[in-house]
């Protein structure tokens, strides 16, 4: 190889490090560990106009939300419909603490430019036990959660045990159009959802209403309690 060969490879060389260089420190990082990241106001009023809105959330109400992950979904909502009481239940201590409750708080309020108006209590669980109070919520939230449970019967058994008698259960769930289909990227297998209303109802469920999200990705589903 020449010395004119060599320099032009060290120049490109140099050139590519240096882009490579400005575009991480171009990448902003995550400002908490998981779940929806919004970066503007705008992102959170989109996924609250086209999805959050249908889970039906009204002032004062006590609610807890199940696989909740940071809290992310459930701030945005908080961005919109002031004084609800959360409950944010998930498995994972790692996204789902009071430090990373903080940061996704903040950043929120700082894409909104005003403080959110509800309250937030953490509860971790396993993929046994949900650990919620009984007969406290007037609504329960399953947003994007349901094909990722471990134990359905005994979860689904301790969710209808933890609602209110007139609470609303709220469950968000892409169905399967045909057999075997998979999700993206998770690759758990898609919600069969004729069988998923008879287990509903083998629960203790009776469907009220169910809608399409603004996206047509996710059917929103609403049940009462049909026994005590």
């Keep these: 190889m020449g010395l004119k060969d060599f320099f032009m490879r060290l120049v490109l060389l140099l050139m590519l490090t240096a882009f490579v260089v400005k575009a991480s420190a171009q990448k902003k990082p995550r400002p908490y560990r998981c779940g929806f990241t919004p970066d503007s106001f705008k992102g959170v009023r989109h996924n609250y106009e086209n999805y959050a809105v249908l889970f039906g959330c009204k002032p004062g109400e006590r609610i807890a939300s199940v696989g909740a992950q940071s809290g992310a979904v459930e701030m945005g909502i908080s961005c919109f419909t002031d004084s609800l009481r959360w409950t944010l239940q998930d498995t994972n201590a790692m996204c789902l603490n009071a430090d990373q409750l903080a940061k996704v708080k903040a950043h929120f309020q700082s894409l909104k430019g005003d403080s959110i108006q509800s309250s937030f209590e953490i509860v971790i669980g396993t993929e046994a036990q949900t650990n919620l109070p009984v007969n406290t919520f007037d609504r329960i939230i399953l947003s994007n959660v349901f094909h990722e449970l471990t134990a359905p019967d005994s979860t689904m058994r301790q969710l209808h045990a933890a609602m209110n008698q007139n609470a609303v259960l709220v469950i968000s769930e892409a169905f399967a159009r045909k057999p075997g289909e998979r999700r993206k990227p998770c690759n758990h297998r898609k919600t069969d959802r004729t069988v998923f209303l008879q287990s509903m109802t083998r629960w203790g469920f ?18 009462k309690k049909t026994t005590p």
């Design 206 to 223: 009776q469907p009220v209403s169910e809608t399409m999200d603004g996206n047509r990705h996710m059917s929103v589903l609403q049940f």
